[in-house]
């Protein structure tokens, strides 16, 4: 298959990727024939699932600008994906935050790749390759150090990453991590799949392909996700459904058959 000008040397094209194939989900063009396959074949049995990333999207867009409003500047986005349209620093922009900075990490080579691109010469942002799962690494990373000053208030995203981190890799103690570094103030906004309802035939066959991919994925209850922010407190209206979350009544409804997942935004006091 022809390798396309956008796409890094050490890419592999034959593996669908977990950022590319929601790229592919929210509209995008930066995915691979391997990874549209894989989404076609979700969309096939749960076409809600275009739908629930937007969803997913849209909350995090309302959660980065109740933020903003609460004074918080800094950002770093972990997993942020490949870019798309409502990015941390254009939300942030919109809000008339003139003076915010963002950090996006991600360990797909496109995501990463994809980011550089778009950020090159854009102010207060930085783009990091590497992997969520390892607060200590990230944190030390100099465009982190750079940008962030870790004795203001920062909001660490962890926005529909953790469901592919299984319980054996301690997602807690990742939260903890990142939340352990921020100064009273700082916040968690996450995304989690989930399952606080028994799951449709179809929405069990698409998770049933998700296990058997490269990047199996972890569905937790309520409850779980919940347990994830530690000693933070989630503020209102606490662990709910995406479009549960201070709906703003300008973005699209909720997708058909309610979510199937949770986000919370958590505040260390
Ligand atoms: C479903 S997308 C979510 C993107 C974005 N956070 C959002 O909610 O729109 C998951 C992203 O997390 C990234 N990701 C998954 N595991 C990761 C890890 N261990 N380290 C860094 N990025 C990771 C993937 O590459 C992908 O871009």
Redesign the pocket.
């Known amino acids: 298959m022809d390798r396309p000008s956008w796409a890094p040397a050490d890419v592999d094209l034959d593996r669908p990727?977990?950022?590319r194939v929601?790229d592919y989900y929210l509209g995008g063009s930066h995915n691979f024939a391997a990874d549209r396959a894989f989404a076609e074949q979700v969309l096939k049995v749960m076409p809600a699932v275009a739908g629930l990333a937007r969803s997913?999207?849209a909350f995090?867009r309302r959660a980065v600008r109740a933020l903003a409003a609460q004074g918080v500047r800094q950002y770093l986005?972990?997993?942020?994906?490949?870019p798309?349209v409502g990015n941390v620093h254009e939300v942030l922009a919109d809000a008339g935050v003139t003076d915010g900075r963002v950090v996006y990490?991600?360990?797909?080579p496109v995501?990463v790749a994809h980011s550089r691109a778009i950020l090159a010469g854009v102010p207060g942002t930085a783009v990091v390759a590497?992997?969520?799962?390892s607060p200590a690494e990230v944190l030390a990373q100099p465009q982190v150090q750079g940008l962030i000053d870790f004795t203001q208030p920062v909001a660490f995203?962890l926005?529909?990453?953790l469901h592919?981190?299984p319980d054996e890799q301690r997602p807690a103690d990742i939260v903890a991590g990142y939340a352990a570094a921020g100064v009273p103030g700082s916040h968690v906004v996450l995304?989690h799949a989930g399952l606080d309802r028994p799951l449709t035939p179809a929405e069990e066959e698409a998770w049933e392909m998700y296990r058997r991919s490269p990047?199996p994925l972890i569905l937790r209850t309520n409850t779980q996700v919940e347990a994830l922010l530690g000693d933070l407190t989630a503020l209102p209206p606490g662990v709910v459904a995406p479009h549960a979350w201070r709906p703003a009544g300008d973005e699209e409804p909720p997708p058909e058959g309610n979510a199937i997942g949770c986000v919370a935004v958590a505040r260390k006091d």
């Open positions: 990727s977990v950022a929601y997913n999207r995090l986005d972990l997993g942020s994906g490949i798309t990490v991600d360990h797909d995501a590497g992997d969520l799962r995203l926005v529909a990453v592919f981190v995304s990047t």
